[in-house]
């Protein structure tokens, strides 16, 4: 009998990958890209094409027959999770559409909605953010504070920073205190009153805070065998972005979620990491390799973004390092000229010869959203803000109040979600402070009934019939009773709008510029089909600014960007000026009392100057004004001083009648 020979699988399937792999992806992301089973770390330094290796590896796993349904990927922001499923939908087909991805937040949003019973909660549970949490948390202290201690006790923001810090950092609220809060100890008993008070009311109340979700998703997997199970055979391959700003309780949930196979990828910088004030654990990308058996490391160093000489100054920012991974970003065909070492004579000066520059750019040809200024602090731009206003030169400023933390912004939120949950005692303590005639005592009265179920948007007028001489308390009673179709977001946006615009007009001076908010906000609800998608992502996800969540072309004029470096980070420029960094300013003179705090301050510097792309200009003070002793003279941060004289062009700032400085 003949025999026929059949070819190996394998040489058939790298053929039909629709993707040219090999030859689109360089050698260090095609590896990664390439990487099966079992768990990986992929290092990827700024500007390497993290997104995009992610983007092509969930595509290769798909073309090799992996389910799409049991990929979960994981990011850190809405808008990323977005910009890789458009990516992969359009790098490969609609198969892309049928993957998870999403937030850490919103996936334990997810599976919470899912196995609600398991956990001890209702159904339709209700998501606050953090400054409802505030006002939570405030509602309760007010119970412990004798007049004695009213003034010296932490406020309510503080509180909820507290709180949120000890559960992300799964350390005691001692612990906390001590580290950040040191003039607080003495009321750490009452503090933690507080705490396990607020813990009850939420589970009463059928509602969750932003850490909640993590908590109860990390209980879930550790203590009920039959979920976690369950949920790690739906999800066996997992993605995770930006793995150096997890906290612990995410480092934790990720290992519970490798199952019996760990195809866990983490995707990540450790150079980048500078979110540890939001809990983030510096060490967890270290750990990772160590919490599997046989873990692949790769490592992507080539730089799609900035010149050689930016790239060789941002490596001896980060070689100076106490603790890291070796990695060296290099370019192969861009070359340009080395960044600007600037001295100026003070806040003034400095802020003068921005705008001047700014201004001969834009005659060079060099458009506003090409140019970034950032700086370590959001009070480090005052100054610099009012030279471009005198200049009329138009900007948006990132690392302010958020938009969504503006009073009418969030009032607005809180009439909407009395729509979707009528008894959210955090909406309706909110709502009903607005109202004239309503104070304290009647607000506590009201909510009291309604947790107690004694009180509803029906029966109000017998259950309480003193509340009927309140026009304002019945017109928002019947507001609340109307019965909005929870699909049309739109219409019921628009009414709450309207019915909160005669309040505003009382209130504000300053009416026309919070209308011009709330006409943005209505524009951010019209690209939402229903009401509780909406508002779970305001409280997971919230824009930044009231221009975040826009299309670029609803932006009437280009603009330049001034930013905090903390809001910078995943972004780029053609040119980025950084600001302030003077000793004592950048590093701040409170992150340099102990050696982690600095080591993260020193990375916030080299995420600062990986920005930039074509021209990089350092721009420091050495007169700082201070109030009592006048004008002192500084040195330049210790981050500059550390790099070597050749990587740096170095000027000094002059006036036109003395001796020349630099050259424009």
């Not at 612990?175 to 009850?200: Q, R, S």
């Not at 009265?445 to 107690?452: G, R, T």
Request: charged letters at 30%; one cysteine or more; proline letters at 3%.
């Amino acid at each position: 009998m003949k025999k026929l020979r059949l070819k190996k699988k394998t040489s058939l399937v790298e053929n039909a990958y629709s993707v040219d792999y090999k030859n689109i992806l360089n050698e260090e992301q095609h590896r990664a890209v390439m990487h099966s089973k079992g768990a990986a770390l992929v290092l990827a330094g700024a500007g390497s094409g993290k997104t995009r290796t992610l983007v092509y590896r969930v595509s290769r796993l798909i073309e090799d027959g992996i389910d799409p349904r049991s990929i979960l990927l994981l990011t850190f922001t809405r808008k990323a999770s977005t910009e890789m499923l458009s990516r992969i939908t359009s790098l490969l087909d609609t198969r892309a559409g049928k993957i998870t991805t999403g937030t850490f937040h919103s996936f334990a949003l997810k599976i919470l909605k899912q196995y609600y019973k398991q956990i001890g909660f209702a159904q339709e549970f209700s998501v606050i953010d953090q400054q409802d949490a505030a006002d939570t948390i405030d509602l309760i202290r007010g119970r412990y504070l004798p007049p004695s201690i009213k003034k010296r006790f932490p406020k309510k923001n503080t509180l909820q920073k507290i709180l949120s810090l000890s559960i992300n950092k799964q350390e005691s609220t001692s612990a906390i205190l001590e580290e950040n809060y040191p003039k607080y100890v003495e009321f750490e008993d009452k503090i933690n009153t507080i705490f396990l008070d607020y813990h009850k009311y939420k589970k009463t109340a059928n509602i969750m805070d932003y850490d909640d979700l993590l908590i109860y998703l990390l209980e879930l997997l550790k203590e009920n065998y039959e979920a976690r199970s369950q949920i790690t055979n739906v999800y066996r391959h997992i993605m995770v972005d930006e793995y150096q700003d997890t906290n612990r309780i995410q480092h934790e949930i990720i290992l519970l979620l490798g199952g019996k196979e760990n195809n866990i990828m983490a995707v990540g910088d450790d150079a980048q990491s500078i979110y540890s004030f939001r809990g983030a654990d510096h060490q967890n990308i270290f750990f990772f390799p160590e919490s599997f058996e046989n873990c692949e490391v790769f490592k992507i160093e080539q730089n799609y973004r900035s010149t050689e000489q930016i790239l060789d100054l941002s490596n001896e920012v980060i070689n100076a390092a106490a603790f890291k991974y070796e990695k060296k970003l290099f370019s192969r065909d861009r070359i340009g000229e080395k960044p600007y070492l600037v001295a100026a004579n003070g806040e003034r000066q400095q802020s003068e010869f921005i705008v001047q520059q700014i201004l001969e750019l834009r005659e060079q040809g060099i458009e506003l959203e090409e140019i970034a200024v950032l700086f370590r602090s959001s009070y480090h731009a005052f100054d610099l803000e009012i030279e471009l206003n005198k200049s009329n030169i138009p900007y948006v400023k990132f690392g302010g109040m958020k938009f969504i933390e503006t009073a009418h912004i969030k009032d607005l939120i809180s009439y909407m979600r009395l729509l979707f949950n009528p008894k959210d005692v955090v909406a309706w303590q909110r709502v009903l402070m607005l109202i004239e005639g309503v104070g304290p005592a009647t607000t506590r009265k009201i909510i009291e009934n309604i947790s107690d179920n004694k009180l509803n948007i029906n029966n109000y007028k017998d259950v309480l019939p003193t509340l009927n001489k309140n026009k304002g308390i019945t017109n928002l009673f019947k507001l609340v009773s109307e019965n909005f179709d929870p699909n049309d977001i739109t219409y019921a946006a628009s009414e709450m709008a309207f019915y909160y615009k005669d309040y505003m007009d009382e209130k504000y001076d300053n009416v026309n510029k919070r209308w011009r908010d709330i006409e943005t906000f209505l524009q951010i609800t019209d690209q939402y089909y229903d009401l509780p998608t909406f508002l779970n992502d305001m409280a997971l996800d919230p824009p930044i600014n009231s221009l975040d969540e826009l299309e670029p072309e609803s932006k009437e004029e280009e603009y330049l960007t001034i930013s905090t470096i903390h809001s910078a980070k995943g972004l780029e420029w053609k040119i980025v000026f950084l600001i302030w960094t003077t000793e004592g300013k950048f590093p701040s003179a409170k992150s340099t009392h102990t050696i982690d705090s600095v080591e993260e301050e020193r990375r916030l510097f080299y995420v600062a100057v990986t920005r930039a792309k074509d021209y990089l200009y350092i721009v420091y003070p050495f007169g700082i004004f201070d109030r009592e002793s006048g004008m002192v003279l500084s040195e330049p941060s210790r981050f500059i001083r550390e790099i070597g004289d050749e990587f740096l062009e170095k000027f000094i700032l002059t006036n036109d009648d003395e001796d020349e400085g630099i050259d424009n």
